[in-house]
């Protein structure tokens, strides 16, 4: 296996048969049966693709996770490899786009976004340790929870991390096949308004009105963009009032906060946190309910990785992502990650999802070489 990219080529069909069957099981996160269903066949797989250790992790509101293991006891800090199976893609997307290959490309709901990754990580494992060439512990976490924010999994995540040297995310690359050395953080909040009801013909001036404070609210959140450094604050879903003649009692909004640094992000926080009624008697409440820390770019280790992908005759480019990924809870720990190893394509999250399938092999051969020389 002097040519990594060779070797992998050279599978191509096998990895790309792996990810036939993986996008025939419908995995949405909220289908906890049909995601099990998954789960099921990788935990059957592992052991033929060179785990030495299998631990189902059993989830009572999602599909489980698995934690596989090569080289358990080899000396040194294990290598984390993580890998999400959820999709969001509900059950029966499939049959309204069945999965298909056209000229150079693999579409299936989930394939790039992203069961090819789970692909890669596998074959790239598979390879060193029949060749006996794999001298570090590596850990392959397979989650089902991440389109969600990664609320069950995260403590998993973070624990496993701990004990890490590197992290490696099998996320797609970007659009133009560059690793992901920084995401945006990303949190999301409820804006809770109440108000106070009255008839809006008989004695609207006895009324609160919440959607009016809301409306004042969201202006002042949308004050707190600073698009030209990459922080977004969005109000992105609102509700509120009860029936069409009664002033309304209550308003909610969604809002939707990204930032590149954990400066920004606390900024928003404290900002949102401060909000207070711009009408008298009504009441504000802003509450986080997701959160994913920023990956900040991590200097040297992008450099580190394209030294090591060039000695294999692999170049490899740098990119950024506004969306956020479990690499972030890594990176915020400190533990050196990168993400976008999975597969080059485009249409994540649509009908048109799709993976470039020449880049099964080339992402392989890249985290082939990564576990071999880091």
């Not at 990580?121 to 512990?137: G, N, T």
């Not at 690499?327 to 990650?337: R, S």
Request: proline content about 6%; hydrophobic content about 45%.
């Amino acid at each position: 296996m002097t040519d990594l990219l060779a070797h992998f080529r050279a599978r191509a069909d096998a990895m790309l048969d792996l990810l036939g069957e993986l996008t025939r099981r419908e995995s949405f996160t909220a289908d906890k049966t049909h995601g099990d269903q998954l789960v099921d066949y990788l935990e059957d797989a592992l052991g033929s693709f060179g785990a030495q250790t299998v631990r189902r992790l059993p989830q009572s509101e999602v599909a489980d996770f698995l934690l596989a293991e090569w080289n358990p006891t080899a000396p040194g800090q294990p290598v984390l490899a993580l890998c999400h199976i959820d999709t969001v893609h509900p059950l029966g997307t499939l049959q309204k786009a069945p999965a298909r290959i056209d000229g150079p490309r693999f579409y299936a709901p989930g394939a790039l976004d992203m069961k090819a990754g789970a692909v890669i990580a596998l074959f790239a494992l598979q390879s060193l340790h029949s060749q006996k060439r794999l001298a570090r512990p590596v850990k392959l976490l397979l989650t089902t929870d991440e389109e969600i924010g990664s609320p069950h999994s995260r403590s998993v995540i973070e624990a496993e991390a701990a004990e890490a040297g590197l992290a490696l995310a099998l996320e797609p690359a970007t659009p133009e096949g560059a690793l992901k050395t920084a995401r945006k953080g990303c949190a999301t909040f409820t804006l809770t308004i109440e108000g106070r009801p009255a008839h809006a013909g008989i004695a609207p001036q006895l009324g609160i009105n919440a959607i009016i404070e809301l409306a004042r609210q969201a202006l002042d959140i949308n004050a707190l963009n600073n698009l030209k450094y990459g922080t977004s604050v969005s109000v992105t879903q609102v509700t509120g009032g009860s029936a069409g003649n009664v002033i309304p009692a209550q308003a909610q909004a969604h809002i939707d906060a990204r930032a590149i640094t954990s400066a920004e992000m606390q900024r928003v926080e404290r900002a949102l946190a401060s909000l207070y009624p711009k009408m008298p008697g009504a009441k504000v409440r802003c509450q986080r309910l997701g959160f994913r820390p920023p990956m900040e770019r991590q200097a040297g280790i992008f450099e580190r990785a394209a030294k090591i992908a060039a000695r294999h005759g692999i170049t490899l480019e740098e990119g950024a992502s506004g969306g956020g990924s479990d690499g972030n809870f890594t990176a915020a720990l400190g533990i050196p990650t990168l993400d976008g190893l999975g597969a080059h394509g485009d249409g994540a999250h649509t009908l048109d999802e799709h993976i470039i399938i020449d880049s099964l092999p080339r992402q392989a051969a890249v985290v082939a070489a990564i576990l071999l020389d880091w």
